[in-house]
């Protein structure tokens, strides 16, 4: 009977103890045929692993460093240990990620910019409604030809809705009076 490799459900590991541990066994799985790798065709492997919430790990062979930089393009002398990454690649991984979180905050800065000046306009456009309204609260005596005008058609429209507001509800309107229908 010929042993293969069972194929395992893709899915995160909910239980931290057990990620952690599957965690540590694949990065030695992945390290180890990284070095195979390497080995075998005489490739340069650099691999750096960063754990959510934990140091970052590395394995370069001959060097991480070499490797990345050659990478990243630039050049620089080897470094004796390898065990683990350096300052400046920390920064270059800070300086990726602040690049996202400014995008995101310009984004939602625009957005909220957007949503000030929709509510600013909303502003105008109510104190509008309610400058055309002012007319209203005047004494009648007072009121202009069109004034007057507007002011009837807007009590007949109100009339109009309370009317049909009471056929809804099954009372009826009849010489000023409501009864039920």
């Known amino acids: ?31 180890k045929k990284a070095n195979e790798l390497s080995v075998m065709t005489d490739a340069e492997v650099g691999i750096i692993v960063c754990p959510q919430g934990s140091k970052p790990y590395s394995f370069g062979h001959a060097d991480v460093h070499e490797t990345i930089n050659k990478y ?16 400046k690649y920390v920064q270059k991984f800070r300086k990726v990620n602040s690049r996202e979180l400014k995008t995101r905050l ?4 625009d957005q ?37 005008s507007m002011l009837k058609e807007g009590l007949e429209n109100l009339l109009l809705k309370v009317k049909n507001y009471g056929t809804e509800r099954c009372y009826g309107y009849e010489n000023g009076k409501w009864k039920v229908v």
């Open 112 to 148: 909220l910019d957007f949503e000030l000046n929709l509510k600013s306009k909303l502003k105008k456009m109510n104190k509008n409604v309610e400058s055309q309204q002012e007319w209203f609260k005047g004494p009648i005596k007072n009121m202009n030809y069109t004034e007057a």
């Open 72 to 87: 990243v393009g630039e050049e620089r002398p080897s470094s004796p240990s390898s065990a683990t990454i350096d300052d």
């Open 106 to 109: 310009n984004s939602l800065q």
């Open 1 to 31: 009977m010929i042993k293969g490799h069972r194929s395992a459900r893709l899915a995160k590991i909910e239980n931290q103890n057990n990620r952690q541990v599957t965690f540590s066994k694949c990065r030695n799985c992945v390290f």
